[in-house]
């Protein structure tokens, strides 16, 4: 079976999770890394991990949500980090793709949530947007590893990663026409890890529509026939890899 390593299955966008994870099951999805990006949806990782026993979390601070974050939430997050199915700190990083105004403010709280990573031995889960240089460079300071989500750039940018310690997160954007991540794929197969970002980037040919953990095979379908690998090929692949960042 395969993991969904990172989506957001939140009350907002699902009415019913049992029934999204029962359509997951029978396209070959076991188990799911839930990521928290706000105070609010942190308590909802809580409430779904102690709820179903196939979910997972991951709890976060988001760079977007800047404006919206008290001190009282970075608190609750590192309160609840020894939770047994609390595998990563994320999702964290920088955003710069909306505004550059508030860059200092992001790197601050990127850097806190780094020092919690490092403080309880934790993977991280990095979300960043028009910020490269400025991720690799903060990440450098810290002795961490983890995925970085939703990875779309260059092999050049994603052997920089690899080789400080992190896994590449590939979702549905490497089924889109206009993406170039079918040209590495052979590059670094080896270092990736599978995610939908549920409910967003839907894979082709199902954009328009929410997306969903069982999308997963679809996705792994599409970078089988890329590669001319099977699907038990890449499911031996990326669980090697989810099992040793989430080591917990």
Request: glycine content about 4%; some cysteine.
């Amino acid at each position: 079976m395969f993991w969904d390593s990172h989506c957001h299955l939140f009350k907002e966008d699902y009415q019913n999770i049992d029934e999204v994870i029962q359509r997951a099951k029978e396209c070959k999805v076991g188990n799911f890394l839930v990521a928290g990006c706000d105070g609010k949806n942190n308590k909802e990782v809580l409430d779904l991990v102690k709820k179903h026993e196939e979910i997972y979390g991951a709890l976060g601070l988001h760079p977007l949500e800047i404006l919206n974050i008290k001190n009282e939430d970075l608190t609750f997050l590192e309160k609840n980090l020894t939770n047994d199915k609390i595998l990563a700190i994320g999702e964290i990083g920088l955003d710069y793709y909306y505004t550059k105004d508030n860059k200092e403010e992001q790197k601050a709280l990127f850097k806190k949530q780094l020092q919690l990573a490092e403080k309880y031995n934790l993977p991280v889960v990095i979300h960043s947007r028009e910020a490269t240089k400025d991720t690799i460079n903060i990440l450098k300071e810290y002795k961490v590893k983890g995925v970085i989500h939703s990875f779309s750039l260059s092999k050049e940018v994603a052997q920089i990663y690899i080789k400080m310690g992190f896994k590449l997160g590939i979702n549905g954007v490497v089924t889109f026409k206009n993406s170039h991540l079918k040209e590495i794929l052979k590059d670094i197969i080896d270092d990736i890890i599978l995610e939908t970002d549920s409910p967003y980037l839907t894979p082709h040919p199902f954009r328009g529509q929410k997306n969903e953990p069982k999308y997963i095979l679809n996705i792994a379908n599409f970078i089988c026939e890329q590669l001319n690998i099977s699907l038990e090929q890449l499911i031996e692949i990326t669980n090697k890899n989810i099992l040793e960042v989430f080591s917990k």
